[in-house]
């Protein structure tokens, strides 16, 4: 006799992969880190490199300075990976990798440690995220101007499709469009519009016939975002996969449906995680989580949580433990996946598919008369849309139009034991962490031509490359090559940096519409005021704001609504976007005569990088300017970093932008001995 199912049970779907986005200090800590998740039940590896890494340094560079092992791992050459993946066998993992510029160099890496493992590297699964165009608008981890990006994201495409057939060469990455302010509506316009420019480059290379192309589309992954408007979202993810499938069948022809499925990985969104009540970010992953997984059709095939703790710092294993358990509750003890499309035949769901789909073809119809997604990079129309719609939601909160729980509403709250001891409430990097690093990469340096390794000299392998990429040969092979040769990763791109260049992406402060007016008796109204009287007594037609982002963190969203409102509010402002050192930034502010400093970071490097701008000023004469610090800082380090002289500290749960301009001037002010004003603010 067959076993019966019991009464009301139905056979299941399989699950999505889970995955915890993970990495941090060494590739040794990173290593065992990923043996322990995997032990825990995740089905996939999600690893975070280091900004280094991400943006084509070695760990000893200027800009590395602080930022080395903190929001990922280093891997500056073979020796790394290996490491990183000892004792995991890539033929049988999936693995995604975070990385974009330096996307190829990462990829070369892993294949040629899989060869070392025996793996038949035609097997090997997994995804590099490799969307340039979202890093212009977005993240900040550009390299090379947006011509030579599109070929290396080109090349790589070609490569895997006939050496690497189970593999994603790209995702397309809406996820940072959103965090970066992007409506439902732009991301999905942006995103469309560059998987729209990558298969035409690819198309138009000649490095994949046309009978292959269903080949290329049905590797092509997209990386989304979800936030905690779920229904919205789930709609969303709706509207995409008919869209894809327009686009695919009318302008690339691929008849085949599988090819045309819109396959898509999510993080759910950590822009509405707050610092202020951190519990309340659980119920927030939840919900959000929801929104990809509810919906059979739309469903994604990968998730990764955020930990509840990431306003805050660093995620503890414990806090990555309890994202995972999230996905697993709802995966193996739910009945979601013994059901087909929850939503199907429902109006309410396809009104608003069809509105977004809609809304959505229109706006990639304009970028498409632009000249196509990188032009629309070029002139500033996509990242100036994008800083105006970030403006719009931190208005609507400002305001209280937009509710966010124990921020701006329900702010009275119980003791939290979770936080009760902030210390021990993230992981925090050992600061000593950056010196074995630098002390290791020197080893490597010193000992790759010897045994065991042997590896050839690098500079013939360096000098193929360059050579390539003068021309028009695929550069993966001799990306390989340099792999093979011990080559380092601030080698590699420094090679690609002397043919293409580099690249500094427009900023959208300068044409981004005014979010807040400043109407008699509002809030922005009397901080012009302020800022007006202030410049009066100091003689001085402008007050001078320098915003300043110092290392490596791209992620300028903070900086540019910052700078934005301040503009707003009479300040003349300077902001020449990110990626500066603290020397650059002190020559521009003693150059511009400043009235003040304001320095962003989110990636932990603020401990080195704040005390040695304040310490290159003490050096000008000019400690009367007032340097101010924001970003994600512990209470600790901001204690410390206001001992050192930084006049204020704003972290994520600031969110009242002009009240933040109003202190600022407040700031200025007392570093030039004027009487308070009796103005609120």
Same mark, same amino acid.
């Given at each position: 006799?067959?076993?019966?199912?019991?009464?009301?049970?139905?056979?299941?779907?399989?699950?999505?992969?889970?995955?915890?986005?993970?990495?941090?200090?060494?590739?040794?800590?990173?290593?065992?880190?990923?043996?322990?998740?995997?032990?825990?039940?995740?089905?996939?590896?999600?690893?975070?490199?280091?900004?280094?890494?991400?943006?084509?340094?070695?760990?000893?560079?200027?800009?590395?300075?602080?930022?080395?092992?903190?929001?990922?791992?280093?891997?500056?050459?073979?020796?790394?990976?290996?490491?990183?993946?000892?004792?995991?066998?890539?033929?049988?993992?999936?693995?995604?990798? +975070?990385?974009? %510029?330096?996307?190829?160099?990462?990829?070369?890496?892993? @294949? *040629?440690?899989? $060869?070392?493992? /025996?793996?038949? #590297?035609?097997?090997?699964?997994?995804?590099?995220?490799?969307?340039?165009?979202?890093?212009?608008?977005?993240?900040?981890?550009?390299?090379?101007?947006?011509?030579?990006?599109?070929?290396?994201?080109?090349?790589?495409?070609?490569?895997?499709?006939?050496?690497?057939?189970?593999?994603?060469?790209?995702?397309?990455?809406?996820?940072?469009?959103?965090?970066?302010?992007?409506?439902?509506?732009?991301?999905?316009?942006?995103?469309?519009? +560059?998987?729209? %420019?990558?298969?035409?480059?690819?198309?138009?290379?000649? @490095? *994949?016939?046309? $009978?292959?192309? /269903?080949?290329? #589309?049905?590797?092509?992954?997209?990386?989304?975002?979800?936030?905690?408007?779920?229904?919205?979202?789930?709609?969303?993810?709706?509207?995409?996969?008919?869209?894809?499938?327009?686009?695919?069948?009318?302008?690339?022809?691929?008849?085949?449906?599988?090819?045309?499925?819109?396959?898509?990985?999510?993080?759910?969104?950590?822009?509405?995680?707050?610092?202020?009540?951190?519990?309340?970010?659980?119920?927030?992953?939840?919900?959000?989580?929801?929104?990809?997984?509810?919906?059979?059709?739309?469903?994604?095939?990968?998730?990764?949580?955020?930990?509840?703790?990431?306003?805050?710092?660093?995620?503890?294993?414990?806090?990555?433990?309890?994202?995972?358990?999230?996905?697993?509750?709802?995966?193996?003890?739910?009945?979601?996946?013994?059901?087909?499309?929850?939503?199907?035949?429902?109006?309410?769901?396809?009104?608003?598919?069809?509105?977004?789909?809609?809304?959505?073809?229109?706006?990639?119809?304009?970028?498409?008369?632009?000249?196509?997604?990188?032009?629309?990079?070029?002139?500033?129309?996509?990242?100036?849309?994008?800083?105006?719609?970030?403006?719009?939601?931190?208005?609507?909160?400002?305001?209280?139009?937009?509710?966010?729980?124990?921020?701006?509403?329900?702010?009275?709250?119980?003791?939290?034991?979770?936080?009760?001891?902030?210390?021990?409430?993230?992981?925090?990097?050992?600061?000593?962490?950056?010196?074995?690093?630098?002390?290791?990469?020197?080893?490597?340096?010193?000992?790759?031509?010897?045994?065991?390794?042997?590896?050839?000299?690098?500079?013939?392998?360096?000098?193929?490359?360059?050579?390539?990429?003068?021309?028009?040969?695929?550069?993966?092979?001799?990306?390989?090559?340099?792999?093979?040769?011990?080559?380092?990763?601030?080698?590699?791109?420094?090679?690609?940096?002397?043919?293409?260049?580099?690249?500094?992406?427009?900023?959208?402060?300068?044409?981004?519409?005014?979010?807040?007016?400043?109407?008699?008796?509002?809030?922005?109204?009397?901080?012009?005021?302020?800022?007006?009287?202030?410049?009066?007594?100091?003689?001085?037609?402008?007050?001078?704001?320098?915003?300043?982002?110092?290392?490596?963190?791209?992620?300028?969203?903070?900086?540019?609504?910052?700078?934005?409102?301040?503009?707003?509010?009479?300040?003349?402002?300077?902001?020449?976007?990110?990626?500066?050192?603290?020397?650059?930034?002190?020559?521009?502010?003693?150059?511009?005569?400043?009235?003040?400093?304001?320095?962003?970071?989110?990636?932990?490097?603020?401990?080195?990088?704040?005390?040695?701008?304040?310490?290159?000023?003490?050096?000008?004469?000019?400690?009367?300017?007032?340097?101010?610090?924001?970003?994600?800082?512990?209470?600790?380090?901001?204690?410390?970093?206001?001992?050192?002289?930084?006049?204020?500290?704003?972290?994520?749960?600031?969110?009242?932008?002009?009240?933040?301009?109003?202190?600022?001037?407040?700031?200025?002010?007392?570093?030039?001995?004027?009487?308070?004003?009796?103005?609120?603010?």
């Amino acid at each position: 006799m067959t076993e019966r199912q019991p009464a009301g049970r139905r056979e299941k779907d399989r699950p999505w992969l889970m995955r915890t986005y993970a990495g941090h200090s060494t590739a040794e800590a990173s290593n065992e880190l990923y043996r322990r998740n995997l032990a825990k039940g995740q089905t996939g590896l999600s690893v975070a490199f280091d900004l280094p890494t991400q943006t084509g340094y070695d760990s000893d560079h200027v800009l590395a300075r602080g930022e080395v092992g903190r929001v990922g791992v280093p891997v500056a050459h073979l020796g790394d990976m290996r490491r990183l993946f000892q004792d995991i066998p890539l033929e049988q993992m999936n693995t995604s990798m +975070t990385i974009n %510029a330096t996307a190829m160099w990462l990829l070369a890496l892993y @294949q *040629v440690v899989a $060869e070392e493992q /025996g793996a038949d #590297v035609t097997r090997l699964q997994g995804t590099t995220q490799n969307d340039i165009v979202k890093e212009y608008l977005s993240r900040g981890t550009h390299v090379f101007p947006p011509g030579p990006s599109l070929r290396l994201t080109t090349d790589m495409i070609a490569y895997t499709v006939s050496h690497l057939p189970k593999w994603n060469p790209i995702n397309i990455c809406s996820y940072h469009l959103q965090e970066a302010g992007a409506t439902p509506v732009q991301e999905i316009a942006y995103a469309m519009s +560059t998987a729209i %420019a990558v298969l035409d480059a690819v198309r138009d290379s000649g @490095q *994949v016939p046309q $009978e292959r192309m /269903g080949d290329v #589309v049905g590797r092509i992954s997209f990386f989304v975002n979800a936030g905690v408007r779920f229904v919205e979202e789930m709609c969303k993810m709706r509207a995409f996969g008919r869209i894809w499938d327009q686009v695919t069948r009318e302008r690339y022809g691929i008849e085949n449906p599988k090819h045309r499925r819109f396959r898509y990985g999510v993080q759910v969104n950590s822009l509405g995680l707050t610092e202020a009540q951190p519990e309340n970010n659980v119920q927030r992953i939840v919900l959000e989580m929801l929104a990809v997984t509810l919906s059979k059709d739309a469903r994604a095939r990968a998730v990764q949580l955020p930990a509840w703790n990431e306003a805050l710092g660093l995620p503890r294993p414990w806090d990555q433990q309890w994202s995972l358990r999230i996905q697993q509750v709802l995966a193996y003890e739910s009945d979601l996946l013994e059901y087909g499309d929850l939503f199907e035949g429902s109006k309410v769901v396809e009104a608003k598919v069809e509105e977004l789909v809609q809304d959505s073809l229109a706006e990639i119809e304009r970028i498409q008369e632009m000249g196509g997604a990188l032009a629309a990079v070029e002139s500033g129309y996509l990242k100036s849309q994008l800083v105006a719609s970030h403006a719009e939601r931190r208005a609507r909160i400002e305001s209280g139009e937009e509710k966010i729980v124990g921020v701006n509403i329900f702010e009275g709250t119980e003791p939290n034991p979770l936080t009760a001891d902030l210390d021990t409430a993230i992981q925090t990097v050992d600061p000593a962490v950056e010196a074995q690093v630098i002390a290791s990469l020197q080893h490597w340096r010193d000992t790759r031509y010897q045994p065991p390794f042997n590896h050839p000299r690098p500079c013939k392998a360096l000098e193929k490359l360059k050579e390539a990429a003068r021309g028009t040969d695929n550069l993966m092979e001799a990306t390989l090559e340099c792999a093979r040769a011990g080559v380092t990763t601030g080698e590699w791109a420094g090679a690609l940096r002397e043919v293409f260049g580099e690249f500094r992406a427009p900023t959208g402060v300068s044409s981004a519409p005014v979010a807040v007016p400043a109407e008699e008796g509002s809030q922005l109204a009397e901080v012009r005021r302020k800022v007006e009287l202030t410049a009066k007594e100091l003689e001085v037609g402008k007050l001078r704001f320098l915003v300043g982002k110092p290392g490596l963190d791209g992620h300028s969203n903070g900086a540019e609504q910052i700078a934005v409102r301040a503009r707003d509010a009479g300040f003349e402002v300077v902001y020449q976007g990110i990626r500066l050192t603290p020397e650059q930034i002190v020559d521009a502010a003693l150059a511009e005569d400043v009235h003040a400093v304001g320095l962003s970071i989110l990636s932990g490097s603020h401990a080195q990088l704040v005390p040695d701008v304040l310490e290159r000023l003490r050096v000008a004469g000019a400690t009367d300017i007032p340097v101010i610090a924001g970003g994600i800082i512990p209470g600790g380090d901001a204690e410390q970093l206001r001992a050192a002289g930084v006049a204020a500290v704003f972290t994520p749960k600031d969110f009242d932008i002009t009240g933040i301009i109003g202190r600022i001037v407040d700031e200025i002010r007392t570093a030039n001995k004027l009487d308070p004003l009796e103005v609120p603010a």
